[in-house]
């Protein structure tokens, strides 16, 4: 072996045995620099043989980690295990280091095809089909995904207690992640010769392989390749693999005895690919086993060339900055000390995550955790997504995909085509739920278009055209699952947990029915029901609300059981009954226009949600009335607002005609600033909520409005101007035609239409019984009525009851 013949401790023959903790910095840049030292013929690396044909795909420049092996059966892509490697992974370092140096790379673990079928003789119910290792970070590694029954001992716990340390995340980082962060070059191998000292030392008095033996098996599996590749390379063989496999590797056993160890494994046929990853994956327990907490800040480390306390604190502040908090150079400066400061106290070596997290809060953050939370989301773990090639295998997400559009007879084409659904059948269900899933997912095969035919809730429009770039977002959706609905539950799952607001959570519970996501309907529920509990905007309960509402519309279509969501729509709806009073109360003009729009989603989703949508919460629309007469008689409440009650009051039939006009009156007084009474105008008539033909068939509204106006002081005209001009533009052109034509003719005119003059063209005293009767043909060949029944005398609302639209 160049530049040295040291393989293990003491010097002694044999293989370069390259210990590591996986996704270490620390072992990351050990490596790097033992490799460059001793400059191998062979890198072997701990992973499944099966990828080996995969390695030359890391040298590509559209590779870019994170990034994870997949493995998966081929008869049940959903059982399948995950290997994630990131720019700061030993292994990943290693592969690029062979790679960049002409190197033949091999990985070396227990093949994928034995483990997987191993997993599959085991009751492996409710485990993340992407958890493929449950090893300590610096332990043993079992991507089967199987864990032991038997708490396993983690070895960098024993060996900080043995060190005096009750943290172990603590003392690795100190005695490795901060090497060449402070230190001298010193021996590129010590750190790998005294870990595998401790780590054989710790097996002795720990020895165990797992309950049933599989460390023991793979460790065989691991010897005899090392053994082949010794043969094969006169330049000697460097091992990268976990720091508690070095011990085993190095024993002295014979080939005879491994190979015995390893008759009789099952095993199924798999297929391997490279998927991207990302840093919120990589903090989850599984790959490597090494779901590590802060892999933001371990990337920072890896590339941070020197000073890395001042850059990190730098890109702090940036974040801080960026969010609208205030913080000057003078604020980083005063955290790098305090974070070197608290270094010396508790007697590290150099400032770690704990020491500049504790200097953020007290210095940038004025002593609170909610910044900081921003800080650990956005840095200390991180958004980056990592990319594959183009000329990678297909993830089983695509293959699985690839099978559903058979299965439905959806066959991906480039042109653009509209398909309709009828969900009562279950091949257009079926069909229905893929596109709604993609589409959760980011994979816009398909559009959501009016649909032409009916407005029912059974039926559905898509626009569906297939776009190349369309690949590549389904298999970056593959980080999410390797079925289309395993995949879609996992990304609902973690989009309820990460939404900023109510609204998000709910809508996104709205996505989740019409996708068929009942798995995944469950925590979106529970978090919505806390988040609700918790918030009390009303602004934010009244958002949130309408979805909701719809939710339990699309669930009663598709036979979906929608109790938990009605008794949260339920109990949304009273606290937005409770707080509205109080929360239209001193309002600015935005403010209120804002609360206007929340008053009309409200009225809407009551409307949908009716008076039983949950047991205990019946009556629902008649308290929601009683909300809204609260509103229309509160003087503190905004004339906009006040106004758009009293409106829907009418239109509920709630309110009688004289009554309305008695309000309009009030808020029209000499008294009324003229600001507050075109405000309630608006409201009233306003909003494109057909405000105009009520003015147009109600003459004593009109002439109330025309009256007001008219008395308006000329110094508070222009002041008013702009409000009802807006108001007033938003009707038909028709409409506003006739507004102005009633007004042209003045009051007399308008009180001979009142009382059924003749002289005016278009109006009558009375209902014209025929002309009304001749549009019930067209009405019943609109609803889908069969046949034509013969037009009956007297037009009323009882004539369309039983339609079902």
Known sequence: MTGTDRGGPGGAPGPLLLGVRHHGPGSARAVRAALETARPGVVLIEGPPEADALIPLAADEDMRPPVALLAHAVDEPGRSAFWPLAEFSPEWVALRWALEHDVPARFIDLPAAHSLAWRSEEDTAGEDAARADEEPEAGPGDPSGASAPEVRVDPLAALAGAAGHD?????????????????????????????????????????????????????????????????????????????????????????????????????????????????????????????????????????????????????????????????????????????????????????????????????MCDGSDVPLALVRDRLVVGDVLGEVPAGAPAVPLQRDLARVQRRLRLKPEARRRELELDLRKDTDASRSRLLHRLRLLGVGWGEPAASRGSTGTFRETWRLRWEPELSVRVAEAGVWGTTVLAAATAKAEADAVTARDLAEVTALAERCLPAGLTDALTPVMRILADRAALDTDVGHLARALPALARSLRYGDVRGTDTGALAEVAAGLAERVFVGLPAACAALDADAADEMRGHVDAVHAAVGLLGDTSAPGHGGLRSRWQGVLRTLSARDIVPGVVRGRAVRLLLDDGVLAADEAARFMGLALSRGTPPADAAAWIEGFVGGGSGGGLLLLHDERLLALVDAWLTGVAAEAFTEVLPLLRRTFAAYEPGVRRSLGELVRRGPEARGRVTTAGPGIPGFAADLDTERADAVLPVVRLLLGLEGNAPARTGLDGNDLVGVDA
């Not at 720990?206 to 090392?226: F, I, K, P």
């Not at 496999?245 to 024993?251: C, E, Q, S, T």
């Not at 941070?304 to 604020?331: C, I, M, N, Q």
């Open 167 to 363: 943290d172990p995340e603590r003392w690795w980082e100190d005695v490795v992640e901060h090497r060449g962060h402070g230190g001298g070059d010193g021996d590129a191998l010590a750190p790998f010769t005294a870990l595998e000292e401790a780590m054989g030392a710790l097996r002795e008095t720990e020895e165990r392989g797992g309950d049933d033996g599989r460390d023991l098996v793979r460790e065989a599996y691991m010897r005899l390749q090392v053994r082949a590749a010794q043969r094969e390379s006169a330049r000697g063989v460097a091992v990268v693999c976990g720091a508690w496999h070095v011990p085993a590797l190095r024993r002295k056993v014979t080939a005879t005895a491994d190979r015995a160890l390893l008759k009789g494994l099952p095993r199924t046929k798999v297929d391997l690919t490279w998927v991207p990853w990302t840093y919120r994956r990589l903090s989850r327990s599984g790959g490597y086993g090494a779901g590590i907490e802060s892999p933001g800040w371990y990337a920072h480390l890896f590339g941070a060339a020197d000073r890395p306390v001042e850059r990190w604190l730098t890109k702090v502040a940036g974040l801080l900055r960026d969010e609208g908090r205030t913080v000057s150079s003078a604020h980083v400066i005063e955290a790098v000390r305090l974070a070197g400061t608290l270094a010396v106290l508790r007697g590290r070596p150099l400032a770690g995550l704990g020491e500049t997290t504790d200097a953020v809060r007290a210095v």
